[in-house]
């Protein structure tokens, strides 16, 4: 199993961004993908977890009403649209799959990551 994110980089506090994250390896249907961020200093939390399933959406209470994550069945990619972006969001977001509906916990794969920053 693979996951590679994309899509990371500078916004403006206030602005948009869409991260990727492409999943390859494997062909089982029942999982879960979750986007986690981790800021210098801070433990990694939990953003948001969506089952290929069509299983509930849960997102982080921070998050709420700004960020909105969507599969593309075509791309076997899960996208995170954030709007409103707040200088609270800048960290490197990885996403994480488990099989079956765990999410957040028993994550079993991990991207490597990328790096969201955010400017005035």
């Known amino acids: 199993v693979q996951l590679v994110e994309s899509g990371g980089g500078l916004v403006q506090a206030g602005g948009s961004l869409r991260l990727s994250c492409t999943a390859s390896?494997?062909?089982?249907?029942?999982?879960?993908i979750g986007w986690f961020r981790q800021a210098p200093g801070k433990e990694r939390e939990g953003v948001s977890c969506?089952?290929?399933?069509?299983?509930?959406?849960a997102y982080a209470d921070s998050v709420k009403g700004r960020f909105t994550t969507s599969f593309d069945n075509a791309k076997n990619t899960v996208h995170l649209d954030m709007t409103n972006v707040k200088f609270e969001d800048m960290a490197t977001y990885y996403c994480?799959?488990?099989?079956?509906?765990?999410?957040?916990?028993?994550?079993?794969?991990w991207g490597k990551g990328t790096l969201v920053t955010v400017s005035s």
């Open positions: 969506l089952s290929h399933l069509d299983g509930p959406t």
């Open positions: 390896g494997f062909s089982y249907e029942d999982y879960s």
């Open positions: 994480g799959l488990v099989w079956g509906r765990e999410c957040p916990k028993r994550m079993r794969f």
